[in-house]
């Protein structure tokens, strides 16, 4: 199968590797040429590193190397039964450039985006043949997460679902299929992951690091929420939420915090640039703050902990539910997209089967009786499900 990636980063690499160790004949291709001599020279080392940890030999190295070839010009994809692009998160870019791959490739070539929130259906709207276009979006890093979103649009055609669906799981990753709603799966659940740890931050309740290691201790999270989002980088996190935010009509659940606006305008943007919540050494590694005035009230404080543990995995779970609600997945594809794309420790209504249903509502209840805003409304499944004595099914 003849594969095209349009976007030469770190995750149209990443894709790239995946189809061609999966065996696929993979064209990279990107506008700037030293962006894909870049790429290339990365994917050499990603391999040799591999080979170091005896995960591949050379013969398997230089097999996946010989399945990308690297191109300047959109026109060389032409021959591409699939498409991925994984290009800047612009809905106008987008569209422009779907629009104009679509002269060049057979009217049998899948076109699918690996975006992360931005709606299928509008991209799918640049086409002639909008059937064609899909969803397939990847986690970072592509070649060592497991789970890939697919994403059909109201366009796509039912043929087209089944194809990409087959692809992906040919390419040995797991496939959650997602209604194209904002954020899909797991960029919607997720959000309160973030948001939640910065309201709880913004009201003083606790530093960066006593709810980083609330979530790690309590909750056996691998990595706190401003770990992850200094990870991620704060100018993705935030336009992400941003882009939730605003495509969700403003629903009070995904509002920004202006501390992730603020230090994504200063540029303090984590890992990358050496500084965010926190601050890094040359390697990378955090460079552990003193204590400050929360750290040191609250570094034994166990009831604040679980305060902060409960106040987050409630929201979660309350997210999860109200996209079982919506039908945005199945239950075991909202469950197995959390532990799989973010690798959480736990599917999120496993989680709430065993907390309670009850615990849940009462937890969403409290915040809301609290705070009297409509964030902490508690999904009316989760109530449904509470009066039945029901569990859900994962």
């Known amino acids: 199968m003849k594969i095209g990636i349009i976007g030469s980063g770190t995750m149209g690499s990443g894709i790239a590797q995946v189809a061609a160790t999966a065996g696929c004949k993979v064209k990279l291709f990107d506008t ?6 870049k790429a290339k020279a990365a994917l050499d080392k990603i391999l040799s590193r591999l080979i170091e940890k005896d995960r591949i030999d050379g013969d398997e190295k230089i ?25 800047v998160e612009n809905l106008d870019i987008k569209k422009k450039v779907f629009s104009e791959l679509e002269t060049y490739v057979s009217e049998h070539c899948i ?26 979006h990847f986690f970072n890093p592509a070649p060592l997460m497991q789970l890939v979103e697919v994403i059909p649009a109201i366009q796509t055609s039912k043929e087209v679902l089944e194809k990409s669906v087959k692809i992906i799981s040919d390419w040995k990753k797991i496939v959650a299929v997602a209604k194209d709603t904002p954020g899909f799966i ?24 006593t709810i980083d290691e609330s979530l790690k201790t309590l909750g056996g999270f691998k990595m706190g929420p401003f770990e992850l989002m200094d ?11 941003e882009t939730v935010f605003t495509a969700f009509y403003f629903d009070p659940r995904y509002k920004p915090a202006f501390t992730q606006k603020r230090l994504a305008e200063a540029g303090y943007l984590g890992r990358k ?12 590694g955090i460079i552990i703050p003193e204590r400050d005035y929360y750290r040191e009230k609250d570094s034994h404080d166990k009831k604040l902990s679980q305060h902060i543990f409960d106040r987050v995995l409630v929201m979660l779970i309350n997210e999860a539910v109200d996209a079982l609600f919506w039908n945005i997945a199945t239950a075991e594809a909202i469950d197995e997209a959390m532990t799989k794309g973010v690798n959480y420790p736990k599917g999120l209504l496993a989680w709430a089967n065993e907390k309670g249903i009850d615990w849940c509502v009462s937890k969403m209840d409290e915040l809301y009786n609290e705070y009297h805003e409509d964030r902490y409304r508690c999904s009316p499944l989760l109530r449904r499900m509470n009066i039945g004595g029901l569990r859900f099914e994962v």
């Open 32 to 37: 700037n040429q030293s962006a894909l001599d």
């Open 63 to 87: 097999r996946i190397q010989s399945n990308i070839s690297y191109v300047d010009d959109l026109k060389d994809l032409s021959d591409s039964d699939l498409t991925i692009e994984a290009i």
């Open 111 to 136: 076109i699918a985006s690996n975006t992360s929130s931005l709606s299928i259906a509008s991209i799918a709207a640049s086409l002639k043949r909008p059937e064609r276009c899909i969803g397939i």
């Open 186 to 209: 797991v960029n919607r659940v997720a959000r309160p992951f973030y948001g939640e740890a910065l309201r709880i931050y913004e009201e003083g309740i606790a530093d960066f690091i």
């Open 231 to 241: 990870f991620i980088g704060n100018d993705v996190n935030y336009t992400v939420t």
């Open 273 to 284: 640039s050496g500084k965010g919540y926190y601050n890094y050494d040359k390697s990378g």
